[in-house]
């Protein structure tokens, strides 16, 4: 069975940090496509970040050059390092996997950023 633990969320004032850890159990993080996905009141949920296997990177532009996606084999753990934090970042944050035709996600985490 496929478990994906987000851990990490929090309050944090504009400008501030947080670092987001997805811990999997069931799957190998590196087998697959990683991504870290977000979704606010009312809005769709959205892509964030995403790490392949080759440890290649892609962020939403929203986040990019605040935000890093990274992941520690040896843990199986996903993190997203978030930097200069902003209102509008405040969101429920996802972690997901994709291997071969399967697709996994994370209970999600809170974050929110107060001005």
């Known amino acids: 069975q496929v478990q994906l633990v987000e851990s990490g969320g929090g309050l944090v004032q504009a400008g501030g940090s947080l670092r987001l850890s997805c811990a999997a159990s069931?799957?190998?993080?590196?087998?697959?496509?990683n991504g870290w996905y977000r979704q606010a009141p009312g809005n769709e949920r959205e892509l964030v970040a995403t790490?392949?296997?080759?440890?290649?990177?892609h962020y939403a532009d929203s986040v990019k050059d605040r935000f890093t996606i990274s992941r520690d084999n040896a843990k199986n753990t996903l993190y997203l390092q978030m930097n200069s934090l902003k209102p509008e970042d405040t969101a429920v944050y996802y972690c997901?996997?994709?291997?071969?035709?399967?697709?996994?996600w994370g209970q999600g985490t809170q974050v929110s950023v107060s001005s």
């Open positions: 997901n996997v994709v291997f071969l035709l399967s697709q996994y």
């Open positions: 069931g799957i190998t993080f590196s087998n697959g496509v």
């Open positions: 790490i392949s296997t080759d440890g290649y990177t």
